[in-house]
């Protein structure tokens, strides 16, 4: 593994240069959206400079040289997923919408009363929300596996769940919240073997480390560009050739037909199958740029990731009265926490003030907030370009924060 040279990196993406209330901003607000490299913007500023034309439909050069960097694209997506075959990578509009697509056109087509939908307690609401949708829709029913107060999915209470009622097994790869890691490859063994159809909300892992789809052996996989580096509104659902190809639409209009007739019409394969109109052409190149220069430095980043988090926790855990939230085993670098005598909010703006940008409330994740009998927390979410000073940065902005509000 190479060495990480994390001065190198920073210099890659301006807003870490910038200052905040005349602070130099430390960006640890990464699991929201993260910042992006000089290669993205200058490859969207490219695309729209010298090379803006719709996709798929046009005979002219701009529209050809637009339709290659959109399809080799998805080649670079499905590298980065480690997959062979880009087929099964469909482009959306981000985790959000990847979960919705499978919730609506493969719950409709395969959900019937009585079925059972198996999430876990920490998910995001976008992991919770289309699955309520698709049982009120079709007559099943969610289910939940709990959470230890580690901040760990109980597995042996996850295996007791599963049974030939569960159709289907939706769960996040990395908790957003705590920054818990789930045995995804474990989890959906013991789902498969259950006969269920696994989905994995990816949208915090991408950004941390090597996502292996097929030694993972889930049916679809979802992330968004923003959190990975790329621009905002672009997404990527991965899902399995065959099943893609048996669901139906779930939007519908240009691209994704074969044939139109006002007797009938019928429709292409995945993936243009799910992308109908014009899509976001600059997003999904400018997604390719950013994984294109995540994937070489992926294992070190995760190296250097690793150290900041142990660092952070030791560092957050010596400030008095502050507790953190989510032990598990196995995390990336997302750090929850809260303070005696302090609301989250409080602390947020105290941070904002010295430059720190982290996160409050409860994270899109009201279920597992309330699950450990909390109404929410300060997150402050690490990426590869953090440094320890930042660390000691928080740390000393946090011991501040106690004294004036103790
Ligand atoms: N899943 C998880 C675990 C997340 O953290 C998020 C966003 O925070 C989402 C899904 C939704 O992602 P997006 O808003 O990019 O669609």
Redesign the pocket.
């Known amino acids: 593994m190479q060495a990480f040279d994390v001065t190198a990196v920073r210099r890659e993406f301006p807003t870490l240069g910038t200052s905040v209330h005349g602070r130099p901003l430390v960006y640890l607000d990464n ?2 959206t993260s910042q992006k490299p000089r290669a993205v913007i200058s490859r969207l500023e490219r695309y729209y400079a010298e090379e803006n034309a719709n996709v798929h439909r046009g005979v002219h050069v701009l529209s050809e040289r637009a339709t290659v960097a959109y399809e080799s694209a998805r080649s670079v997506v499905a590298r980065f997923l480690g997959l062979d075959d880009p087929k099964g990578c469909v482009f959306v ?5 990847g ?1 919705n697509l499978v919730a609506d056109s493969w719950g409709r087509s395969h959900l019937r009363p009585g079925d059972e939908i198996l999430l876990t307690h920490l ?2 609401h ?2 919770i929300v289309p699955w309520q949708l698709a049982a009120e829709r079709t007559g099943a029913k969610v289910v939940v596996a709990p959470v230890t107060s580690r901040g760990e999915v109980d597995l042996a209470a996850f295996k007791g769940l599963l049974s030939a009622r569960t159709r289907l097994v939706a769960f ?1 790869h ?3 919240a705590l920054g818990t890691v789930n045995p995804a490859a474990e989890m959906t063994q013991l789902a498969k073997a259950a006969g269920a159809t696994v989905l994995i ?1 990816g ?2 892992a991408a950004a941390h480390f090597n996502v292996d789809v097929p030694s993972l052996g889930c049916d679809f996989y ?1 992330f ?1 560009g ?2 990975t580096f790329g621009p905002t509104g672009i ?1 990527v659902l991965w899902g399995r050739a065959e099943l893609l190809d048996a669901m139906p639409p779930y939007q519908s209009g240009g691209d994704m037909i074969r044939k139109v007739d006002f007797d009938g019409t019928t429709f292409r394969e995945a993936p243009e199958r799910f992308e109908a109109g014009t899509p976001h052409i600059a997003g999904v190149i400018g997604l390719a740029e950013a994984l294109a220069f995540f994937m070489p430095i992926r294992a070190s980043a995760h190296a250097h990731e690793q150290v900041l988090l142990s660092a952070a926790t030791e560092r957050l855990r010596a400030v008095k009265g502050l507790t953190v939230v989510g032990e598990a085993s196995d995390k990336v670098a997302v750090l929850s926490f809260t303070m005696a005598g302090a609301h989250p909010h409080d602390i947020g703006t105290l941070l904002d003030a010295d430059g720190i940008a982290i996160r409050t409330g409860h ?2 994740c009201m279920p597992l907030m309330k699950r450990l009998g909390l109404t929410g927390t300060a997150r402050a979410s690490f990426a590869f370009y953090n440094t320890l000073e930042e660390v000691e940065a928080l740390g000393r902005a946090l011991e501040r924060v106690r004294k004036m509000t103790a």
């Open positions: 699991a929201a509009r981000g985790a959000t919408e979960i998910e995001h976008a992991n996040a990395v908790s957003n909300d949208c915090q979802v968004s923003h959190k997404g994270h899109c």
